[in-house]
């Protein structure tokens, strides 16, 4: 009962800080980091330590997932030379230069278990990122090279976790053997993935009722991580592998009700992780600091360099590899170059969370044959996730104002939706007009009706905000038509007249027409 208790008190501590957030105007992952500091200086309030198994394989994996399925897969490809230099050159960049900088301020300590230490704090984190950059309506590009390069990037980052710290511990691993492990671990998730999307993609295609759908969209990260790890392959690179061919092909492995229940689900899922997941990280503060022992100019010292690294080896990487990419005749000719001041912000946006935070915890113990600092290390993974989250979380948004990041152009969206609808109405009547031989004349005028009102519709959002349009208009009455019938139907209920079960058929009905109500509206 008292870890059911702490586990319901933690959603809901996360759920009115995400409110708060949201209520005012600020970064929810930020929100809830300082919020979860603070608490874990109350005294009697529960004193959390993270398991790294549950971070890693709990919480990490339907996160990524639901990531990877919302992703793009025409843009990621796209993208695909920003999101390789940033998620596997830059990972590996940061991490060995973060190693090097470690075992230079404390020379006693092996090289090979400093470079674990950079690789875990050398990946920024998926959920900070993409929240950060939505958030503040960065262009789509951008969004899509930072949700890419944190996809793959946590891969990079713990496949070099896992060799650096088998070289650690003295597992002999010359350079055909790290070769090997790399080829296990990568190739192996790569392989599980591929099979991942041929058997749940069979199953999607033949279940029929939402709520198996559902279930089985809920347990795929986890059965994908599960049969990676029993071959000690990279269950990330597994996931995020399923998890885009899936998300590509949603439309038509997945009935209308699946795909509404599925996506409302991990909405809900994402929502209730993601406040855990920062209020978790924040909660660690005072347990790292009854742990730690190491001499406090040390301490200032090691911490300055390792924040001090992490912050500068973004722009080193990023600046001069654009600048090279603008050497290559296919970029320059394309005009696929990102800009400086996309650059600048892309170079900003390193905002580390839970999986430097997992792996940090999943570092190997000290024995007589391998002697460091733990604690310390765990500490340095801590502080870089939070001030990263705090420092570059909360002022990217300026940064992008200052910036002046062009938005997207809304008029370009709409006009392509516009015309990809009138070809759709299009190929909508002419369907009508082939199976329509014997339906009523009235029905068939109807639905000519339904597709007309739906392109014009698409074109009048080109007509800009000045006035209300037809479509605008017929919400506006629709809505209140709503509401005077649902107030009927409650009424009716309150009396007798009607038993619950047509209440609920009712309201069902109407909340979906309300549903697609509101959601034209916000277009």
């Known amino acids: 009962m008292e870890a059911l208790f702490e586990v319901v008190l933690f959603l809901a501590i996360a759920t009115l800080g995400a409110a708060l957030a949201r209520r005012f105007g600020l970064l929810a992952p930020i929100v809830l980091l300082v919020v979860g500091v603070a608490l874990s200086f109350v005294p009697g309030f529960p004193l959390v330590r993270l398991d790294p198994e549950l971070v890693l394989v709990g919480i990490l994996p339907p996160l990524l997932y639901v990531a990877a399925i919302q992703t793009s897969v025409p843009a990621f490809r796209y993208n695909l030379r920003p999101i390789l230099l940033l998620a596997v050159g830059l990972v590996l960049f940061t991490a060995f230069l973060v190693g090097f900088v470690v075992h230079a301020v404390l020379p006693d300590v092996p090289l090979a278990i400093c470079l674990a230490l950079g690789a875990v704090v050398a990946p920024p984190d998926a959920v900070a990122a993409t929240a950060v950059a939505r958030r503040i309506g960065l262009p789509r590009r951008v969004v899509t090279i930072l949700e890419g390069e944190s996809l793959i990037n946590d891969a990079t980052a713990l496949v070099l976790l896992r060799v650096a710290t088998l070289a650690a511990i003295g597992s002999g691993l010359d350079t055909f053997g790290v070769a090997g492990q790399v080829l296990v671990t990568a190739g192996g998730g790569l392989l599980v993935g591929l099979i991942g999307v041929v058997v749940i993609g069979w199953l999607h295609k033949r279940i029929k009722d939402p709520l198996l759908d559902n279930t089985l969209s809920l347990l795929t990260p986890f059965i994908v991580v599960f049969a990676a790890e029993e071959i000690h392959a990279s269950g990330v690179v597994a996931v995020v592998v399923v998890g885009l061919a899936l998300g590509h092909k949603l439309p038509v492995l997945l ?269």
């Open 255 to 523: 009935s209308a009700a699946s795909r509404l229940q599925t996506m409302a689900f991990w909405r809900l899922a994402t929502f209730l992780l993601e406040g855990l997941v920062f209020l978790l990280v924040g909660l660690q503060l005072r347990d790292l600091l009854s742990r730690l022992d190491t001499e406090i100019g040390t301490l200032v010292l090691v911490t300055v360099a390792v924040l001090g690294t992490v912050f500068i080896t973004r722009f080193l990487w990023i600046f001069p590899a654009s600048l090279l990419v603008r050497l290559v005749p296919q970029v320059r000719r394309n005009g696929t170059a990102l800009p400086a001041r996309v650059s600048a912000v892309l170079s900003w946006a390193g905002m580390r969370g839970v999986v430097t935070l997992g792996a940090a915890l999943a570092l190997p113990l000290p024995s007589d044959e391998l002697a460091y600092p733990r604690d310390l290390f765990v500490w340095l993974a801590f502080v870089v996730i939070v001030v990263t989250l705090g420092i570059q979380g909360a002022t990217l948004p300026m940064v992008a104002r200052l910036l002046r990041i062009p938005a997207d152009d809304p008029a370009k969206d709409a006009l392509a939706e516009a015309a990809v609808q009138q070809q759709a109405g299009r190929a909508a009547r002419e369907r009508l007009e082939a199976v329509a031989e014997d339906a009523p004349p009235a029905v068939v005028e109807r639905l000519r009706g339904l597709v007309e009102q739906r392109s014009n519709s698409a074109w009048e959002r080109l007509g800009g905000a000045e006035r209300e349009t037809p479509s605008q208009a017929y919400g506006r009455l629709r809505q209140e038509m709503i509401d005077a019938e649902r107030e009927v139907f409650r009424t009716a209920r309150d009396e007798g007249r009607i038993t619950e079960e047509v209440l609920v058929r009712a309201y069902r009905d109407l909340d979906l027409e309300e549903s697609l109500l509101r959601r034209k509206g916000e277009r």
